[in-house]
T-cell receptor, first 114, second 112 residues
Framework: EAQVTQNPRYLITVTGKKLTVTCSQNMNHEYMSWYRQDPGLGLRQIYY???????DKGDVPEGYKVSRKEKRNFPLILESPSPNQTSLYFC?????????????FGPGTRLTVL | GENVEQHPSTLSVQEGDSAVIKCTYSDSASNYFPWYKQELGKRPQLIIDIRSNVGEKKDQRIAVTLNKTAKHFSLHITETQPEDSAVYFCAAGTSGTYKYIFGTGTRLKVLA
């Protein structure tokens, strides 16, 4: 089954404790992206990747890191989480450069930073 | 920076009526405009999209119109049904940068 998976789905952590949210897709998509969703703010792009070893900042990259060592995986790293990073996070992937191509979203990761 | 404004934030319609959601974008380089539907507790899913070289696109009860001059695009849902109740997001994408800017969402309620 073609899909985007994220782990964990739910996470409660404390300020400053490094964490990684994994994202994996099995559709051989070149483009992958991370978004955060907050009430009243919609979806905001954090980072995106055009292909292996190519990443770029989205609108809200501060406090986040990503890597793209393999085509299928695009982990989101919070080196020192803070309470303002409490949010619902979505990973997405699509073919080629993403334009004119449907982005497939993962199920979401709800993160709470205390 | 670039932004996408979406209105209204909430919309209630009677079953069978039409619903219209409007978005305005600021980046004149934007050339791809998808619409996503997000049901409660679920992930966003693409329902329709339009490119900048097209003025209108239809898919059954759903249509999207684009006015490049005014930088407006709209989602039209006809003959609404209770299962259309969800949050709808518009977005603007730009070739070359491959960044997406999303609107803040519209919560549509279809009243039976």
């Amino acid at each position: 089954e073609a899909q985007v998976t994220q782990n964990p789905r739910y996470l409660i952590t404390v300020t400053g404790k490094k964490l990684t949210v994994t994202c994996s897709q099995n559709m051989n998509h070149e483009y992958m992206s991370w978004y955060r969703q907050d009430p009243g703010l919609g979806l905001r792009q954090i980072y995106y990747s055009m292909n292996v070893e190519v990443t770029d900042k989205g609108d809200v990259p501060e406090g986040y890191k990503v890597s793209r060592k393999e085509k299928r995986n695009f982990p989101l790293i919070l080196e020192s989480p803070s309470p303002n990073q409490t949010s619902l996070y979505f990973c997405a992937s699509s073919l080629a450069g993403a334009l004119n191509n449907e982005q497939f979203f993962g199920p979401g990761t709800r993160l709470t930073v205390l | 920076g670039e932004n996408v404004e979406q209105h209204p934030s909430t919309l209630s319609v009677q079953e069978g009526d039409s619903a219209v959601i409007k978005c305005t974008y600021s980046d004149s380089a934007s050339n791809y405009f998808p619409w996503y539907k997000q049901e409660l507790g679920k992930r966003p899913q693409l329902i329709i999209d339009i490119r900048s070289n097209v003025g209108e696109k239809k898919d059954q009860r759903i249509a999207v119109t684009l006015n490049k001059t005014a930088k407006h695009f709209s989602l039209h849902i006809t003959e609404t049904q209770p299962e259309d109740s969800a949050v709808y997001f518009c977005a603007a994408g730009t070739s070359g940068t491959y960044k997406y800017i999303f609107g803040t969402g519209t919560r549509l309620k279809v009243l039976a």
